[in-house]
């Protein structure tokens, strides 16, 4: 297999050990973190999506023009637009990125938030809403010829695009979520299932559920995993720097907004915190203290360690079937460069490693 390394472009610099300032969308940052992931050979970005932040696409169609090699992954949330729009928004942009696009779904876990946007839809609902949603889009990417699609949700007649993907008759799909519903609708419809940075044996489990479920519709997606890296020169230097960004994270809740909420509304962050409750550090450098302080918040498990001892992990997962690393740090900008320069190299130079010595044994 191929590897793949995405990013990550917010629209200001911001973590949990970095409080937001400035303006929410602050140009220089998208520029400048779109131009570091280019030089440092990440295939995309992703930009993310959440019901109080700005709009994804147009974040994305700036950091593209400023780094013309970049590919981008843009979130996005069925339901709250028309299918049938947003194929063609997503399309065009393709076309004047030159077929850089990809879109990673996320339905949403937390109630709460969604109706935030007026969506007072249960989950089973979303994501049934979902699939029919990503019928339309690929119908309206892929049919040179008026179509009609009646669902539960939508019903449209004479839909008919005039635009379509650059490459081909459809974009990557990328699809987040670990509930059940989740995991039967990624199955008819994810090129690239979206992990969580979790323990070897629940990425192994993930896994064959989803390929499971993708086999009923004679499909075989590719899956990704997210991870929050923490490298230094020593292994000893890179705990003890774990450590000073778990201290700095907890001193500064109130302000960055990374507050462990009561109840955690998603399967996926349950996931992480069922991890973290086997304790800090797992398998051979997973460390769940991030995931724990803040409630599981998104991607928020590392590894930790040299490049050279991150890497092999990587590798680890790589071997379970995970041949896409959404990688970002706590220091978005200088991470994101020592990433580029030190990690990624090193994890190409193993995969092809890997890749040859699994070609060898079948030969």
């Given at each position: 297999m191929s590897v793949e390394f995405i990013g990550y472009v917010g629209s200001r610099n911001h973590s949990e050990i970095i409080p937001p300032s400035g303006p929410v969308v602050d140009p220089k940052h998208i520029e400048t973190a779109a131009k570091i992931h280019e030089n440092g050979g990440f295939d995309r970005v992703l930009v993310a999506f959440h019901s109080n932040s700005p709009e994804s696409i147009l974040i994305a169609q700036h950091a593209a023009s400023?780094?013309?090699?970049?590919?981008?992954?843009?979130?996005?949330?069925?339901?709250?637009?028309?299918?049938?729009?947003?194929?063609?928004?997503?399309?065009?942009?393709?076309?004047?990125?030159?077929?850089?696009?990809?879109?990673?779904?996320?339905?949403?876990?937390?109630?709460?938030?969604?109706?935030a946007d007026g969506d007072h839809t249960t989950k089973a609902q979303r994501y049934a809403r979902t699939s029919e949603y990503l019928d339309i889009v690929r119908q309206e990417w892929s049919q040179t010829t008026p179509?009609?699609?009646?669902?539960?949700?939508?019903?449209?007649?004479?839909?008919?695009?005039?635009?379509?993907?650059?490459?081909?008759?459809?974009?990557?799909?990328?699809?987040?979520?670990?509930?059940?519903?989740?995991?039967?609708?990624?199955?008819?419809?994810?090129?690239?299932?979206?992990?969580?940075?979790?323990?070897?044996e629940q990425v192994a489990e993930t896994v064959s559920r989803v390929r499971a479920a993708a086999a009923k519709h004679g499909r075989s997606p590719r899956f990704s995993l997210s991870l929050r890296p923490i490298l230094a020169e020593t292994e000893e230097a890179a705990w003890a720097r774990a450590d000073r960004i778990l201290e700095k994270a907890r001193a500064l809740q109130e302000t960055t907004g990374f507050v462990r909420n009561k109840d955690v509304p998603n399967e996926g962050s349950r996931r992480l915190l069922a991890a973290?409750?086997?304790?800090?550090?797992?398998?051979?450098?997973?460390?769940?203290?991030?995931?724990?302080?803040?409630?599981?918040?998104?991607?928020?498990?590392?590894?930790?360690?040299?490049?050279?001892?991150?890497?092999?992990?990587?590798?680890?997962?790589?071997?379970?079937?995970?041949?896409?690393?959404?990688?970002?740090?706590?220091?978005?900008?200088?991470?994101?460069?020592?990433?580029?320069?030190?990690?990624?190299?090193?994890?190409?130079?193993?995969?092809?490693?890997?890749?040859?010595?699994?070609?060898?044994?079948?030969?």
């Open positions: 400023v780094a013309p090699d970049l590919g981008l992954l843009i979130a996005h949330r069925p339901g709250f637009n028309a299918p049938t729009i947003v194929a063609r928004q997503l399309a065009t942009l393709d076309n004047l990125t030159r077929g850089r696009v990809a879109v990673h779904i996320i339905t949403g876990g937390s109630d709460l938030e969604l109706q179509f009609d699609y009646k669902g539960a949700f939508y019903d449209v007649r004479g839909a008919n695009s005039l635009v379509h993907p650059y490459n081909a008759d459809a974009l990557p799909v990328y699809f987040g979520g670990s509930s059940a519903e989740a995991i039967e609708v990624a199955g008819k419809h994810a090129d690239v299932y979206a992990l969580w940075g979790e323990t070897y973290a409750a086997q304790g800090s550090r797992l398998d051979k450098r997973l460390w769940t203290g991030i995931a724990e302080l803040t409630g599981a918040k998104g991607n928020s498990t590392s590894l930790v360690g040299t490049p050279q001892q991150v890497a092999e992990a990587l590798i680890d997962y790589y071997r379970l079937g995970i041949s896409t690393f959404l990688i970002r740090g706590f220091d978005p900008l200088l991470d994101a460069y020592e990433y580029g320069r030190d990690l990624i190299p090193l994890v190409r130079e193993l995969v092809a490693e890997e890749d040859n010595r699994r070609l060898t044994r079948v030969a």
